[in-house]
């Protein structure tokens, strides 16, 4: 998932996740869908989200340096399974702070997932298909 890194020193260690990232995205982007007033599923459009990629650097000094970087693909369904619009969107955070911190980890990946998540929103493509999406 990621690589930690020291400024000053030829240091490398991977980094991994505990769990399984899925459920966090799906809760991610429906939480920031619902926030901006679209509902999806009951009988209408059906929302397919993909993590197509997740990357994290955290860069060691005296404080660290986070990067994450996301792929999410998104689909939108209509009822009868007829795909209306499909793409492709990146996110990306970027924070600050201490050093191996999970707090600082979390804030970054969701940050990431927001940034994607909206992308994901505000697609005109998106607008239009929910628009359209009903059989």
């Given at each position: 998932?990621?690589?930690?890194?020291?400024?000053?020193?030829?240091?490398?260690?991977d980094?991994?996740?505990?769990?399984?990232?899925?459920?966090?995205?799906?809760?991610?982007?429906?939480?920031?869908?619902?926030?901006?007033?679209?509902?999806?599923?009951?009988?209408?459009?059906?929302?397919?989200?993909?993590?197509?990629?997740?990357h994290?650097?955290?860069?060691?000094?005296?404080?660290?340096?986070?990067?994450?970087?996301?792929?999410?693909?998104?689909?939108?369904?209509?009822?009868?399974?007829?795909?209306?619009?499909?793409?492709?969107?990146?996110?990306?955070?970027?924070?600050?702070?201490?050093?191996?911190?999970?707090?600082?980890?979390?804030?970054?990946?969701?940050?990431?997932?927001?940034?994607?998540s909206?992308?994901?929103?505000?697609?005109?493509?998106?607008?239009?298909?929910?628009?359209?999406?009903?059989?």
């Amino acid at each position: 998932m990621g690589l930690r890194t020291h400024e000053s020193k030829p240091l490398k260690a991977d980094v991994t996740v505990a769990s399984d990232p899925a459920p966090w995205v799906l809760e991610g982007v429906q939480s920031l869908l619902t926030q901006n007033g679209i509902s999806l599923g009951g009988g209408g459009p059906k929302l397919i989200v993909s993590l197509n990629s997740l990357h994290t650097v955290e860069n060691i000094w005296h404080r660290s340096s986070y990067e994450a970087h996301m792929t999410l693909g998104a689909q939108l369904q209509s009822p009868t399974g007829r795909v209306c619009w499909k793409e492709v969107d990146n996110g990306e955070g970027i924070n600050h702070g201490y050093s191996g911190s999970i707090e600082n980890y979390q804030e970054t990946l969701n940050m990431a997932l927001d940034d994607a998540s909206e992308h994901i929103a505000e697609s005109q493509g998106f607008k239009d298909a929910l628009c359209h999406c009903s059989n």
